[in-house]
């Protein structure tokens, strides 16, 4: 058996000789500032029969939730207290476990039992209980272990103790102290129960605390408790399978009853023996007493002709006497003189029972319609066939468990509402005893809260709803100011599919004097609260009206609501004090809320990932005309479930469905930062709802306040850093809503309220943590801080602006001679060497013309193209046979200053239209130009210095335009003559050297061969030397 469920993890003790392994921090750290959030009242029951209910002295308890509220009465005042324990909690002395099954056959445990599990607690460990009180699991606890729900509770009759049963899978059975105040920290945590403890019960003396389980768990345990420091330890146990609903002491016996079922256990302390020493902690070896422990005996009782009776409560009224009463109304008296048990039925008291308690000699029953009866005690110990009733009035509730104090009689009603009453009153429908001290509670399930303003016309703080259309106006208190009904349409389903109808969500104004609802139906209704009637009723959405929004200020009272029809209905009241519907906004997606921080802003989230902001404008002269504008969407990383807008109007923080916070920037729509709302481990992140923006100390400390249903808690972040800075928990069920308030009288104060129909009031503190560290300084003193939160610097220059920058010339409008770069060859070079060889010479006179094609951006020298080692890579066919193909006279006669200015004018045209060119630059601001000239055509107004300075840039730009025209149009000029006068040269350089490659080609060895082909005559001498005259003429003629 484990303690508690903590014993899971292992922790390495202070004194073990290795390091201990750290616990995983959170993902930021903590602040200087801590919060603190405690439980100051609580408002409701859970307490549905009476094993949740008990009363000794002038105390009494009863189960809220996760929590057990002490109530100590003392004449008219009461006060209260609370016990709970986390998951997580580490007790102060530890259940020794459970090693061996049960020697009777009936009892044999099932395999998944924890009965079977062992596992070293704290106490019998090598090592004190200070290394378990720092372990990391009795701060936190995972999803996986849930809050539980208490079930039953039992008071010892010496007031020293309490014991508190809890439901689900492996429950606990938690003792406390009632010598302390409010205790998160159990005496005891037992865990041997597998499936919902069902009841508790201490024996007179307080030696004994007996737990039974559930049906499904089966079994009845015994534990002894140490009279000095009340820990307990198994004494027997046996199997008890049926359903039982109650479980009560007589004398040193136990009884059960229920369903058809009453059985009575003798317990019978034997003389004490001395267990058995261990020789060493692990040798396996057990006292003596637990080896021989016999198992708790236990006899049915014959009903009779009660056989198929459900038993619902008994009392105990000696050492073997007890008045059983069933739920049909049958009393019984068990009768245990001389151990010769015998059930009697008294008499039938006609209605539904559903508690008994006495006082003196007096026996009080009370109904579950409302009767309520007195009874003689010692009419029905003498055996009279019929006893007397006393009273049988019918009340207004019905009676859930009765208990009497010293002074007082306490009642739990149907409506889970308390009662404490004056001794010898009767409660009846007329409630007018005069020591009456009421604690009210809501009765049904409570949908929403929503808090009021200090000033308000109700004299209250905040106000709940429930579904069925219930609304009550509460104080810090818990007192009940006004209460009044929600008109709805009950419509009867046609199918068990089909949903039923509810009020959803309620919003008031900041003074109470108007309630705005809606329903399932989608109708919205808004309620005069002084005369209780409908002002307005309208068809507003289609289906679930998922949220109401309400803005007041002196001029203006607007409405907005949402729902799942992606739509979102705007209503302002006119100027004749009736509401009007000015517009309807659609979406794409079910709009999940809605929310108005000022008379010209409007924010709605959708489940389609966006955060919408509308203005709200007017038009001149007509107030009553209005409309929402779309200004601008902010797209989110994941649908939103609440959202929640700063003060000041400036910060909008969203929850979203991923466990994440995120801040966004009202005006320009950035995301400012982001955190995961992780617990104070950092193991596990929720979804946070309804999300409340609140600062400490004037603004020097801003933190969210919100829900979770993933664990039920209530939790409160940073909200500059995400820091986890608390949470707290209680509700058993679905948190519905969460409300904070400030006034002078209470301080700050947290409201929640759940499904199970509590509320809790929590005290919201603020602590300063850094012990010895340097206080937080004021912002003014602070100017390195508020720079590195300014954006860095940024003005980069586009193509255009650098363009203006022009480099100084050398002088006389001439260029200096190109200096000689040496450049590294490319091992990708495509260029090779030509077929055709060039003499040295001509090499010297093309020199000129490569000084020209290295001015031109599109040209490229290749150098070393002759080396062996920097060889370009093997060429492919098609590019050889380009290359070595020879020039024809055409191409030869073609200047190549023509084809770089070609490869210079597609280059300079593809660099103009490029990407922040000045082109490009010039095209965009006419466009602008044009769309402006559009709008002036517009009856808006236009500021007087903002047309100044557009009247200042527009002289400036056309007086830059009407420069660089000018200044183009004589570079040009310049430009157009030293080019032809190159061309020219280039063109005449070229001439001489195709003479000279044409004169070359005619070589001696030709002239040698045509004179020899020639034939011979007399004149060979004239002839001879004519022929060089004739060979000269053949160059012309060609």
């Given at each position: 058996m484990?303690s508690?469920?903590s014993?899971?993890?292992?922790?390495?003790?202070s004194?073990s000789?290795?390091?201990s392994r750290?616990?995983r921090s959170?993902i930021?750290s903590?602040?200087?500032y801590d919060?603190?959030?405690?439980?100051r009242?609580?408002v409701?029951?859970?307490?549905?029969?009476p094993?949740g209910f008990?009363a000794v002295?002038?105390?009494f308890?009863?189960?809220?939730?996760?929590a057990v509220?002490v109530v100590?009465v003392?004449?008219?005042?009461?006060?209260?207290?609370f016990y709970?324990?986390?998951p997580?909690?580490?007790?102060v002395y530890?259940?020794?476990p459970?090693?061996?099954?049960?020697?009777?056959?009936?009892?044999?445990p099932?395999?998944?039992?924890?009965?079977n599990r062992a596992?070293a607690s704290?106490?019998?460990?090598l090592?004190?209980?200070?290394?378990?009180a720092?372990s990391p699991?009795?701060?936190?606890?995972?999803?996986r272990?849930?809050?539980?729900a208490?079930?039953?509770l039992?008071?010892?009759r010496?007031?020293?103790?309490?014991?508190v049963?809890?439901?689900?899978?492996?429950p606990?059975?938690?003792?406390?102290?009632?010598?302390?105040?409010s205790s998160d920290?159990?005496?005891?945590?037992i865990?041997?129960?597998?499936f919902?403890?069902?009841?508790?019960?201490?024996?007179?003396?307080?030696?004994f605390?007996a737990s039974?389980?559930?049906?499904?768990?089966g079994?009845l345990y015994l534990?002894k408790?140490d009279?000095?420091?009340g820990a307990?330890?198994l004494?027997?146990q046996?199997?008890?399978t049926s359903?039982?609903?109650?479980?009560v002491?007589m004398?040193?016996?136990?009884?059960?009853?229920?369903?058809?079922?009453?059985k009575?256990?003798r317990?019978e302390?034997?003389p004490?023996v001395?267990?058995?020493?261990?020789?060493?902690?692990?040798?396996g070896?057990?006292p003596r007493?637990?080896l021989?422990?016999?198992?708790?005996p236990g006899r049915?009782i014959?009903l009779?002709s009660?056989?198929?009776?459900?038993?619902s409560c008994a009392l105990?009224?000696?050492?073997d006497?007890?008045i059983?009463?069933s739920e049909t109304?049958?009393?019984?008296?068990?009768?245990?003189?001389?151990?010769?048990m015998?059930l009697t039925?008294?008499?039938?008291?006609?209605f539904?029972i559903?508690?008994i308690?006495?006082?003196?000699?007096?026996?009080?029953?009370g109904g579950?319609?409302?009767?309520?009866?007195?009874?003689?005690?010692?009419?029905?110990?003498?055996?009279?066939p019929?006893?007397?009733?006393?009273n049988?009035?019918?009340?207004?509730?019905?009676l859930?468990a009765m208990?009497?104090?010293?002074?007082n009689?306490?009642?739990?009603d149907t409506?889970?509402s308390?009662d404490?009453?004056?001794?010898?009153h009767?409660?009846t429908g007329?409630?007018?005893?005069?020591?009456?001290?009421?604690?009210p509670?809501?009765?049904?399930?409570?949908?929403g809260i929503?808090?009021?303003?200090?000033?308000?016309v109700l004299g209250?703080?905040f106000?709940t709803w429930?579904?069925?259309?219930?609304?009550h106006v509460?104080?810090?208190?818990?007192m009940?100011?006004?209460?009044f009904n929600i008109p709805?349409?009950?419509i009867?389903?046609a199918?068990d599919s089909d949903?039923?109808?509810?009020?959803?969500v309620?919003?008031?104004?900041?003074?109470g004097?108007l309630?705005?609802?809606?329903?399932?139906?989608g109708?919205?209704?808004?309620i005069d609260?002084?005369t209780?009637?409908?002002v307005m009723?309208t068809k507003?959405?289609?289906?679930d009206?998922?949220?109401?929004?309400?803005?007041e200020?002196?001029t203006?009272l607007?409405?907005a609501?949402c729902?799942?029809?992606?739509?979102?209905?705007l209503?302002h009241k006119t100027?004749?004090?009736?509401?009007?519907?000015f517009?309807?906004?659609?979406?794409s997606?079910k709009?999940?809320q809605?929310l108005?921080?000022?008379?010209?802003?409007i924010?709605?989230?959708?489940?389609?990932?966006?955060?919408q902001?509308h203005?709200?404008?007017?038009?001149e002269?007509e107030p009553d005309?209005?409309a929402a504008?779309p200004?601008?969407v902010?797209s989110?990383r994941a649908s939103?479930?609440?959202?929640?807008m700063?003060?000041?109007?400036?910060?909008?923080?969203?929850s979203?469905?991923?466990r994440?916070?995120?801040q966004?920037d009202?005006?320009s729509g950035?995301l400012?930062s982001?955190?995961k709302?992780?617990?104070e481990g950092g193991?596990?992140s929720v979804?946070?709802e309804?999300?409340?923006?609140?600062?400490?100390?004037a603004?020097d400390?801003?933190?969210?306040l919100?829900?979770?249903n993933?664990?039920?808690?209530?939790r409160?972040y940073?909200?500059?850093?995400?820091?986890?800075m608390d949470?707290e928990w209680?509700h058993t069920?679905?948190i519905n809503g969460v409300?904070?308030m400030e006034?002078e009288?209470?301080?700050r104060r947290?409201?929640?309220?759940?499904?199970d129909?509590t509320?809790?009031i929590?005290?919201?503190?603020?602590?300063?943590?850094g012990?010895?560290?340097?206080?937080r300084d004021p912002s003014p003193?602070?100017?390195?801080?508020?720079?590195?939160s300014?954006?860095?610097l940024r003005?980069?220059?586009?193509?255009a602006?650098?363009?203006e920058?022009?480099r100084?010339?050398?002088?006389?409008?001439r260029?200096?001679?190109p200096?000689?770069?040496q450049r590294?060859?490319?091992?990708f070079q495509?260029?090779?060497?030509?077929?055709?060889?060039?003499?040295?010479?001509?090499?010297?006179?093309?020199?000129?013309?490569s000084?020209i094609?290295?001015?031109?951006?599109?040209?490229?020298?290749?150098s070393g193209?002759?080396?062996?080692?920097?060889?370009p890579?093997?060429?492919s066919p098609?590019?050889?046979?380009?290359i070595?193909?020879?020039?024809?006279?055409?191409v030869?006669?073609?200047?190549?200053g023509?084809v770089?200015s070609r490869?210079?004018?597609?280059?300079?045209?593809?660099?103009s239209?490029?990407?922040g060119?000045?082109?490009m630059a010039?095209e965009?601001?006419?466009?602008?130009?044009r769309?402006?000239?559009k709008?002036l055509m517009?009856a808006?107004?236009i500021?007087t210095d903002?047309?100044?300075?557009?009247?200042?840039e527009l002289?400036?730009?056309?007086?830059?335009?009407?420069?660089?025209?000018?200044?183009?149009?004589?570079?040009?000029d310049?430009?157009?003559?030293?080019?032809?006068?190159l061309l020219?040269?280039?063109?005449e350089r070229?001439?001489?050297?195709?003479?000279?490659?044409?004169?070359?080609?005619?070589?001696?060895e030709?002239?040698?061969a045509?004179?020899?082909d020639?034939?011979?005559?007399?004149g060979?001498g004239?002839s001879?030397?004519?022929?060089p005259?004739a060979l000269?003429?053949?160059p012309?003629?060609?």
């Amino acid at each position: 058996m484990a303690s508690t469920p903590s014993n899971r993890l292992k922790l390495t003790p202070s004194n073990s000789p290795f390091l201990s392994r750290p616990s995983r921090s959170p993902i930021r750290s903590r602040t200087l500032y801590d919060t603190c959030l405690s439980l100051r009242r609580v408002v409701g029951t859970t307490c549905s029969s009476p094993t949740g209910f008990d009363a000794v002295h002038s105390s009494f308890a009863y189960i809220a939730g996760g929590a057990v509220v002490v109530v100590d009465v003392s004449g008219e005042h009461y006060s209260q207290r609370f016990y709970r324990a986390r998951p997580s909690a580490v007790p102060v002395y530890a259940v020794s476990p459970v090693t061996h099954a049960s020697s009777t056959p009936n009892s044999t445990p099932k395999a998944n039992d924890s009965r079977n599990r062992a596992a070293a607690s704290p106490r019998d460990s090598l090592y004190g209980p200070v290394d378990w009180a720092d372990s990391p699991s009795s701060k936190t606890w995972t999803s996986r272990e849930r809050i539980k729900a208490a079930t039953c509770l039992a008071l010892s009759r010496d007031g020293r103790y309490l014991a508190v049963g809890e439901t689900g899978y492996a429950p606990r059975v938690l003792i406390f102290s009632l010598q302390e105040a409010s205790s998160d920290i159990p005496l005891v945590s037992i865990s041997e129960h597998t499936f919902g403890v069902k009841a508790v019960a201490w024996s007179p003396d307080t030696k004994f605390l007996a737990s039974l389980g559930a049906a499904n768990d089966g079994f009845l345990y015994l534990w002894k408790i140490d009279p000095r420091t009340g820990a307990a330890k198994l004494f027997q146990q046996n199997r008890c399978t049926s359903y039982v609903k109650g479980m009560v002491w007589m004398g040193s016996s136990l009884i059960t009853l229920g369903v058809r079922h009453v059985k009575v256990w003798r317990v019978e302390e034997g003389p004490s023996v001395s267990p058995t020493k261990q020789k060493f902690p692990g040798d396996g070896s057990f006292p003596r007493e637990q080896l021989f422990q016999k198992p708790l005996p236990g006899r049915n009782i014959l009903l009779g002709s009660m056989l198929e009776a459900t038993f619902s409560c008994a009392l105990a009224v000696g050492e073997d006497k007890a008045i059983i009463c069933s739920e049909t109304g049958s009393v019984c008296l068990l009768d245990d003189t001389n151990r010769q048990m015998k059930l009697t039925k008294s008499l039938d008291i006609g209605f539904h029972i559903n508690c008994i308690s006495s006082r003196n000699d007096e026996v009080y029953i009370g109904g579950r319609d409302g009767q309520f009866a007195t009874l003689s005690l010692d009419s029905i110990l003498n055996g009279a066939p019929e006893p007397t009733i006393r009273n049988n009035v019918q009340s207004a509730d019905g009676l859930i468990a009765m208990g009497f104090l010293a002074e007082n009689m306490v009642t739990i009603d149907t409506k889970r509402s308390i009662d404490v009453w004056s001794p010898d009153h009767i409660p009846t429908g007329a409630k007018s005893d005069k020591n009456h001290i009421p604690i009210p509670g809501p009765g049904d399930p409570i949908v929403g809260i929503q808090r009021l303003s200090e000033r308000n016309v109700l004299g209250a703080d905040f106000f709940t709803w429930s579904g069925s259309g219930k609304a009550h106006v509460w104080d810090m208190e818990g007192m009940i100011r006004s209460s009044f009904n929600i008109p709805i349409e009950k419509i009867e389903p046609a199918s068990d599919s089909d949903p039923v109808n509810q009020v959803v969500v309620v919003r008031a104004t900041k003074d109470g004097s108007l309630f705005v609802a809606g329903d399932k139906l989608g109708i919205l209704r808004i309620i005069d609260s002084s005369t209780k009637e409908c002002v307005m009723e309208t068809k507003a959405h289609s289906s679930d009206c998922q949220d109401i929004t309400v803005f007041e200020n002196r001029t203006k009272l607007l409405v907005a609501s949402c729902g799942r029809d992606r739509t979102a209905q705007l209503f302002h009241k006119t100027s004749t004090g009736s509401f009007e519907h000015f517009q309807t906004l659609e979406f794409s997606a079910k709009v999940v809320q809605v929310l108005i921080p000022s008379d010209d802003k409007i924010l709605t989230c959708s489940l389609d990932r966006t955060l919408q902001i509308h203005d709200l404008v007017t038009k001149e002269g007509e107030p009553d005309s209005m409309a929402a504008i779309p200004w601008k969407v902010i797209s989110l990383r994941a649908s939103p479930s609440s959202m929640v807008m700063t003060p000041d109007g400036k910060t909008i923080f969203v929850s979203l469905l991923d466990r994440s916070v995120c801040q966004f920037d009202c005006a320009s729509g950035r995301l400012i930062s982001s955190f995961k709302c992780n617990d104070e481990g950092g193991l596990e992140s929720v979804v946070l709802e309804s999300l409340i923006y609140g600062q400490f100390a004037a603004g020097d400390l801003s933190f969210l306040l919100g829900l979770s249903n993933t664990d039920k808690s209530v939790r409160i972040y940073d909200a500059q850093s995400g820091t986890f800075m608390d949470r707290e928990w209680g509700h058993t069920e679905a948190i519905n809503g969460v409300t904070m308030m400030e006034n002078e009288n209470t301080g700050r104060r947290v409201v929640s309220v759940g499904e199970d129909g509590t509320i809790m009031i929590w005290a919201l503190d603020l602590q300063d943590t850094g012990v010895g560290s340097r206080p937080r300084d004021p912002s003014p003193e602070k100017p390195a801080a508020l720079s590195l939160s300014r954006p860095p610097l940024r003005r980069v220059l586009s193509k255009a602006e650098l363009a203006e920058f022009q480099r100084p010339s050398s002088g006389h409008g001439r260029r200096s001679p190109p200096r000689p770069v040496q450049r590294r060859p490319s091992k990708f070079q495509l260029t090779a060497t030509s077929s055709t060889r060039t003499p040295i010479q001509l090499e010297k006179h093309v020199s000129p013309t490569s000084i020209i094609a290295e001015d031109t951006p599109s040209r490229r020298i290749s150098s070393g193209g002759n080396s062996r080692d920097d060889s370009p890579p093997p060429e492919s066919p098609k590019n050889r046979a380009r290359i070595s193909r020879r020039p024809s006279l055409p191409v030869l006669n073609t200047p190549s200053g023509s084809v770089t200015s070609r490869k210079k004018s597609g280059g300079n045209l593809r660099g103009s239209y490029g990407f922040g060119s000045l082109s490009m630059a010039t095209e965009q601001t006419c466009r602008q130009l044009r769309a402006y000239r559009k709008k002036l055509m517009s009856a808006d107004a236009i500021n007087t210095d903002i047309l100044t300075q557009l009247d200042t840039e527009l002289r400036l730009t056309a007086a830059a335009l009407g420069e660089r025209q000018i200044r183009n149009r004589s570079k040009g000029d310049r430009d157009g003559k030293a080019v032809s006068d190159l061309l020219d040269q280039y063109s005449e350089r070229l001439v001489s050297m195709l003479d000279e490659k044409l004169r070359l080609r005619l070589t001696e060895e030709e002239k040698d061969a045509l004179i020899k082909d020639r034939p011979r005559t007399a004149g060979e001498g004239s002839s001879s030397s004519s022929s060089p005259g004739a060979l000269c003429m053949e160059p012309e003629s060609i």
